[in-house]
């Protein structure tokens, strides 16, 4: 019998499953992990690719792009590490990129702390925090993408010189990876610029694993990404860039790198395809966890990880997901107007309304839908109530062993693939 633990919320949840029912344990894997995640740091902002971080500062009245609390990343050695070399740059702007996320919230509360003790601690005095609202930021126009996207950015970032961002990549299940271009736009963008860049999410070539940075040419074709790439270099303009990347899995970072933003964010994506990316046999049943809080903060965050292991389970399957969402359905009353209640509806009379008028968030109505409508069955085990979950075309279990029972008490030659961190892995099934 396999003893399997799993993240979920802010503690774990213990599994049983028979050795002969086990299929394949999937996580990202630690290859040449540490979790001296400081030094790691330091070391490659001291070795970077294509451009120095001094070259990007000195003399000019920087932008320092620092992702929002949703991104499980290491914020405070991160902003501790970037700190304490801002010494040259003539003043700094550290801009929280939120795109159309809550930026009121607790999380960015501690991240802002961090960067006033490290710029305090550093006697940095020439500063200033902004954290991008969507909806209430002033933003300029910039031109329009030729997928129709009006690039309206944040004021603020007009008059700054060059940029410094700090970028966690992973695998992502429509813009191919997270990636710098995401602090650009969704990053610094007004509302209406991410719902239109967020539309072509329904384009079956935005997908994970797919980038225009891939170094893959036949993997580069992504409507989404190409879209926010195309942004991103019409916001850039001429200014430099200057990146730091990490690639992290809970207390480890497997990877960092800094530099040239395309030349680093290719590196990242062959460590992620290498660490994170397996293929495996599609089978009846799997289990995923998208990796614990934040990951599983809301049902909308936590559908991710469905959509990055959905190739694992054939059709007319199961899955279990395990998923506290201590923050309910989603993360604000917009996303839950754009994603609940356009999940609880009849579901090809979703699709079709989504489909003539696309609206932000219900890309992720029109995913569940495709996924709940191939399967059996999506069990869910959260804190959500059971009322909300079945009303949303899910099935509702207050205890997930007895589902993992019921598979192998009705098929004893079940395989049952598991999957851990499932929001940061991508998973293809094997011929």
């Not at 969704?186 to 797919?210: K, V």
């Not at 019409?234 to 933003?261: C, E, H, K, N, Q």
Request: charged share 20%; glycine share 6%.
């Amino acid at each position: 019998m396999a003893a399997i633990q799993l993240r979920y919320g802010q503690g774990f949840i213990n599994l049983r499953i028979p050795n002969e029912n086990l299929g394949e344990v999937i996580q990202p894997r630690k290859q040449q992990a540490t979790k001296d995640i400081a030094g790691k740091i330091r070391h490659v902002l001291e070795t970077p690719t294509g451009i120095t971080l001094s070259e990007t500062i000195t003399n000019r009245r920087v932008g320092v792009l620092i992702e929002d609390g949703t991104r499980a990343e290491p914020h405070e050695i991160i902003v501790e590490e970037l700190t304490r070399l801002f010494e040259p740059a003539k003043d700094l702007t550290f801009i929280i990129t939120t795109g159309s996320h809550e930026p009121d919230s607790v999380r960015n509360k501690e991240i802002i702390d961090a960067i006033h003790t490290n710029c305090k601690h550093n006697q940095i005095d020439s500063y200033r925090v902004i954290v991008h609202d969507a909806l209430q930021s002033s933003c300029k126009l910039l031109g329009t993408t030729t997928r129709g996207t009006k690039v309206q950015v944040n004021r603020e970032i007009m008059d700054l010189e060059s940029f410094v961002v700090a970028a966690d990549m992973k695998n992502h299940y429509f813009a191919g990876y997270s990636n710098v271009i995401k602090n650009f736009l969704p990053g610094l963008c007004d509302f209406a610029a991410i719902e239109a860049n967020h539309s072509l999410a329904l384009q079956p070539e935005s997908t994970f694993g797919r980038h225009p940075f891939h170094p893959d040419p036949t993997r580069r074709k992504n409507p989404v990404a190409e879209d926010m790439l195309e942004a991103t270099n019409m916001i850039i303009g001429d200014r430099p860039v200057f990146l730091l990347a990490t690639i992290t899995s809970g207390p480890y970072i497997l990877w960092s790198g800094s530099g040239d933003i395309k030349r680093v964010t290719s590196q990242g994506i062959q460590v992620i395809d290498k660490t994170a990316s397996f293929t495996v046999p599609a089978t009846n049943h799997i289990i995923v966890t998208p990796g614990g809080f934040p990951q599983d903060e809301s049902l909308y965050n936590a559908q991710r990880g469905l959509e990055l292991t959905k190739n694992a389970v054939q059709d007319k399957g199961e899955i279990l997901l395990l998923a506290e969402c201590p923050k309910g359905i989603a993360p604000t009353p917009k996303a839950r107007e754009f994603f609940y209640d356009y999940l609880i509806m009849p579901l090809p009379e979703m699709m079709t309304k989504i489909q003539s008028n696309y609206r932000l968030y219900t890309h992720k109505s029109w995913k569940f839908a495709e996924l709940i409508q191939r399967l059996r069955k999506i069990w869910l085990h959260t804190t959500l109530d059971q009322a909300s979950v079945e009303t949303a075309h899910l099935s509702y279990t207050p205890d997930p062993q007895s589902i993992v029972d019921m598979w192998i008490q009705n098929d004893q030659a079940s395989q049952i693939h598991v999957f851990h961190d499932a929001n940061k892995i991508a998973v293809y099934a094997s011929e």
